[in-house]
């Protein structure tokens, strides 16, 4: 059974940086594409980034394009998520999701995952 552990949420300034990382077991990260999303309340939940694995591919949201990198430590099957220069707009449960192992990456959309974390908290305050 697939499970994604979220952590390194928090609160932080306008300005301020966060590494969030999400630990997989009973699904490899290597060769596979996993994301990271976002939902602010009252927001429908929105893609932030994917990654192929396999080549290590990204792709990003516009709005947080030269802020955030997607990275994985294929040692220990872990996806991070850097985040710089935050601002009060990315706030939000942020999300970690994988496709079905073997599947390449295609339109950043929720329903295009099939497994998900619980979810960590991020606070930017102005």
């Known amino acids: 059974q697939v499970q994604l552990v979220e952590s390194g949420g928090g609160s932080v300034q306008a300005g301020g940086s966060l590494r969030l990382s999400c630990a997989a077991s009973g699904y490899t990260v290597s060769s596979s594409c996993m994301g990271w999303f976002r939902q602010a309340p009252g927001k429908e939940r929105e893609g932030v980034g994917q990654i192929y694995t396999g080549g290590s591919t990204t792709q990003y949201t516009d709005s947080v394009k030269g802020r955030f990198t997607i990275s994985q430590d294929n040692a220990k099957n872990t996806l991070y998520l850097q985040m710089n220069s935050l601002k009060p707009e990315d706030a939000g449960m942020y999300y970690c999701?994988?496709?079905?192992?073997?599947?390449?990456?295609?339109?950043?959309?929720?329903?295009?995952?099939?497994?998900w974390g619980q979810g960590t908290q991020v606070t930017v305050s102005s």
């Open positions: 999701a994988a496709r079905k192992p073997g599947f390449s990456c295609g339109f950043l959309g929720p329903s295009r995952f099939v497994s």
